[in-house]
């Protein structure tokens, strides 16, 4: 079955440590998406990517990086420079030009920051 | 610049009962507007996709109408039942940009 894998699905980080998240994409989708999603608020764009070797920073992608060299796959990184890490993560893509198809996501990963 | 509105924040009503979710937007050019579903801890499920030049989309129970002049789409939910208990969002891609904008979403319960 097609479809988006996150992975893990909770993570837990000390201050100060990198942690990478995977997305995973089997839909031959072009367009990638990160958000981040906190209690009470909406989706957050952290980066988006519209094809292989090139991505976009969103609205919040102060210490958060990515990388796009396969079709399939987005992973972001978090890392030590971002103040408060703690948030549920939704990685998601969509066909289109622009990436303006239906928008499927992943189950999400959890990170919380002991 | 585009905002996305979606009133009540919550909303509790028994099983059966027909319902109305809301979602308003202040810039009426859009390319689509997306309807989704968020259970509780896990990643979103789209329900319907709506193009700018379409009145409506139906999915089973569902039925999604755009009013872009308005600025307003509604999300009818047939024969409510605890299932569809959910926070439900939508979304508007913007016709200049394709970016997505995202409103706060609808929290529903469905009482048995």
């Known amino acids: 079955d097609g479809g988006i894998t996150q992975s893990p699905k909770y993570l837990f980080r000390k201050e100060g440590q990198n942690v990478t998240l995977s997305c995973e994409q089997n839909?031959?989708?072009?367009?990638m998406y990160w958000y981040r999603q906190d209690p009470g608020q909406g989706l957050r764009l952290i980066y988006y990517?519209?094809?292989?070797?090139?991505?976009q920073k969103g609205d919040i992608a102060e210490g958060y990086s990515v990388s796009r060299e396969k079709k399939e796959s987005f992973p972001l990184t978090v890392t030590s420079a971002q103040k408060n890490p703690t948030a549920f993560y939704l990685c998601?893509?969509?066909?289109?030009?622009?990436?303006?198809?239906?928008?499927?996501f992943g189950e999400g990963s959890r990170l919380t920051v002991l | 610049k585009q905002e996305v509105t979606q009133i009540p924040a919550a909303l509790s009503v028994p099983e059966g009962e027909n319902l109305v979710l809301n979602c308003s937007f202040t810039d009426s050019a859009i390319y689509n507007l997306q309807w989704f579903r968020q259970d509780p801890g896990k990643g979103l499920t789209s329900l319907l996709l709506?193009?700018?030049s379409q009145r409506e989309q139906t999915s089973g129970r569902l039925n999604a109408s755009l009013d872009k002049s308005s600025g307003r789409s509604t999300l009818y939910i047939a024969a409510s039942q605890p299932g569809d208990s959910a926070t439900y969002l939508c979304a508007v891609t913007m016709d200049s940009n394709y970016q997505l904008i995202w409103g706060a979403g609808t929290k529903l319960i469905i009482k048995p």
């Open positions: 990517s519209q094809i292989v070797n090139d991505f």
């Open positions: 839909l031959n989708h072009d367009a």
């Open positions: 998601a893509s969509n066909h289109g030009g622009g990436g303006t198809g239906e928008l499927f």
């Open positions: 709506i193009q700018s």
